[in-house]
């Protein structure tokens, strides 16, 4: 994948409005522009992603994603392991 690809796919999202990942334990967020907060259902960290910056959500449950700026990100689907040959 180039970056094309990603800003094809890119969601964007103004300042304050948030994004809501149900159960993305394995999706990666790649900020693409803008800063984004994350936050994930009983989780205390507060999660910080700067542009070209990203972030592997490590738990399911409701993730959210809220703008901090105009903001842009791709949100990435687990990549399978790979197997033996």
């Known amino acids: 994948m180039n970056i094309a690809d990603l800003n094809r796919a890119a969601i964007t999202l103004r300042k304050g ?3 809501r990942i ?3 334990a394995g999706q990666r967020i790649e900020a693409l522009s803008g800063a984004l907060w994350v ?3 009983h989780d205390l960290r507060d999660i910080v992603v700067a542009p070209g910056e ?3 959500i490590d738990r399911n449950g409701d993730t959210l994603v809220s703008a901090l700026d105009d903001a842009r990100f791709a949100l990435l689907d687990p990549i399978a392991p790979r197997r033996a040959a």
């Open 17 to 19: 409005q948030l994004h």
């Open 22 to 24: 149900h159960d993305g």
């Open 39 to 41: 936050t994930i259902d």
């Open 54 to 56: 990203g972030f592997s």
